[in-house]
């Protein structure tokens, strides 16, 4: 059984580095409409759209096209804070976990 908070759109787990609450959290937006107890995948995965209000600000992400009442419109300025706070959440994720050496050399006796 897994630790991993579950989606409260999908109910599967959420990886930590693919928690669109833990996005919000990080831009200091603590009145966020995702319980507490829960997450939201923020890149779609098998099953889940994720967030695409919050993806679409990401490097490769289409766009959110849904109805204006489902999404928030796109602008630059949150563009600029969701790339800050996904770095900041993906490299919390690389000093969590070591890396894996991938060269002989990088093995040590």
Not at 32 to 54: F, K, N, Q, T
Not at 71 to 98: D, F, K, N, W
Request: glycine share 6%; with cysteine.
């Amino acid at each position: 059984m897994s630790n991993l908070p579950l989606c409260d759109k999908c109910g599967q787990p959420v990886q930590p580095d693919n928690n669109a609450r833990q996005m919000l959290l990080l831009m200091g937006r603590h009145g966020i409409s995702i319980p507490e107890d829960m997450a939201r995948h923020m890149l779609p995965v098998e099953g889940c759209e994720g967030s695409p209000s919050m993806a679409q600000y990401l490097p490769d992400q289409p766009r959110d096209t849904r109805p204006h009442r489902l999404s928030i419109p796109y602008s630059q300025s949150a563009e600029i804070q969701v790339r800050a706070a996904y770095r900041e959440l993906r490299g919390s994720m690389i000093t969590c976990h070591p890396p894996i050496p991938q060269y002989p050399d990088d093995f040590v006796d």
